[in-house]
């Protein structure tokens, strides 16, 4: 069993950065492929960005490419999602998710690929 804790909410203006952390442990997730996904009010939970287990390939939704970066730390167990030059509609609660991944390459970007999930951490942008 993998557990997840998100962490690096909060509350920022527009055009400011956070960094959302990751942290999973039970086991090592060095040989998962880990996602993003956001979940905004009254909306249904989205992709935001994907990473393979060596961190050498990355997915993004449109939206925020160009604007958000996921990497990863596999000493420390840890993902990252740093959101630079944030918008309002980035506002949600932001989750991450695992799962074991055979092939060094795979990427996962739909909900029911992933079997790991956090508990979300709430982003909040201001105009």
């Known amino acids: 069993q993998v557990q997840l804790v998100e962490s690096g909410g909060g509350l920022v203006q527009a055009g400011g950065s956070l960094r959302l952390s990751c942290a999973a442990s039970?086991?090592?997730?060095?040989?998962?492929?880990v996602g993003w996904f956001r979940q905004a009010p009254g909306k249904e939970r989205e992709f935001v960005a994907a990473?393979?287990?060596?961190?050498?390939?990355?997915d993004y939704v449109d939206s925020v490419k160009g604007r958000f970066t996921i990497s990863r730390d596999n000493a420390k167990n840890t993902v990252f999602l740093l959101m630079d030059s944030l918008k309002p509609e980035d506002t949600a609660v932001y989750y991450c998710?695992?799962?074991?991944?055979?092939?060094?390459?795979?990427?996962?970007?739909?909900?029911?690929?992933?079997?790991?999930w956090g508990q979300g951490t709430q982003v909040t942008v201001s105009s």
């Open positions: 998710a695992a799962k074991f991944s055979p092939f060094s390459l795979m990427i996962l970007t739909t909900e029911r690929e992933y079997d790991y």
């Open positions: 039970g086991r090592t997730i060095s040989r998962d492929a």
């Open positions: 990473i393979n287990r060596s961190g050498g390939s990355t």
